[in-house]
């Protein structure tokens, strides 16, 4: 599994969020373009993410969504693609992480990923110094034969809504609550990154950061384009 999937992941459960009674920082509209650079530890590009709004409809308390997502590497490549989905309920938005399609990870017609987790919650009305529940994350990849080749456990605990900052992005400058988290991975030993992202009204997520435990930078990702 390579970081920018992992990176990818937890993106997708920031970012797919709509609803008119929805926080306004996720007032999402039916094709609505968001493109993500991402980049690592030395702030060059190792990749783009393309999300587009494809459809929402109303649900009981509040609205439904389909996104379709593509992802290439830092040479314009498509590495995957496919769709993904998200909910608002009754101001809350909630994504399960079971919902993110596999086909969005580079794998052979012979590997099987699976994917399971907790529930994400982002509150309709957040403020500085909420608390925000914790969830997880699960990977894992079998051949067709069973034998299992790879399992990831992410861990996203201790999420707060750190502060409200200016963020300037390619894009423009905008105001954001800053959300910070301690991420820990398992796989092929143990790792904890701490993470922060920021969440632009209009527009959900518009930078993530990712340290290690020392404050060393590891990855980032950015708005580089937005249609709306």
Not at 62 to 71: C, I, P
Not at 82 to 89: D, P
Request: hydrophobic share 35%; with cysteine; charged share 25%.
């Amino acid at each position: 599994m390579k970081k920018t999937n992992l990176t990818l992941l937890l993106f997708l459960v920031s970012i797919l969020t709509y609803a008119q009674e929805c926080s306004s920082y996720f007032k999402f509209s039916k094709g609505m373009k968001i493109e993500m650079t991402s980049f690592d530890k030395k702030d060059k590009p190792s990749a783009i993410l393309k999300y587009e709004v494809l459809d929402y409809k109303p649900v009981n308390g509040g609205f439904s969504l389909v996104f379709s997502n593509e992802t290439y590497d830092s040479k314009g490549k498509l590495l995957a693609k496919g769709e993904s989905f998200g909910k608002c309920n009754n101001g809350d938005y909630i994504t399960d992480v079971r919902n993110i399609s596999s086909d969005m990870i580079p794998k052979s017609a012979d590997i099987k990923m699976n994917i399971d987790g907790d529930k994400v919650v982002y509150p309709a009305r957040m403020k500085v110094g909420d608390k925000l529940k914790d969830a997880s994350i699960k990977i894992s990849s079998t051949l067709s034969s069973g034998m299992t080749l790879m399992n990831i456990t992410a861990n996203i605990t201790d999420r707060k809504v750190e502060s409200a900052e200016s963020v300037e992005t390619p894009v423009g400058k905008f105001d954001c609550l800053k959300i910070t988290y301690t991420l820990n991975t398992k796989f092929m030993g143990n790792r904890t990154l701490i993470c922060n992202e920021y969440l632009a009204n209009g527009i959900g997520v518009i930078k993530q950061e990712q340290f290690d435990e020392k404050g060393k930078k590891q990855s980032s990702l950015i708005l580089t384009k937005l249609e709306k």
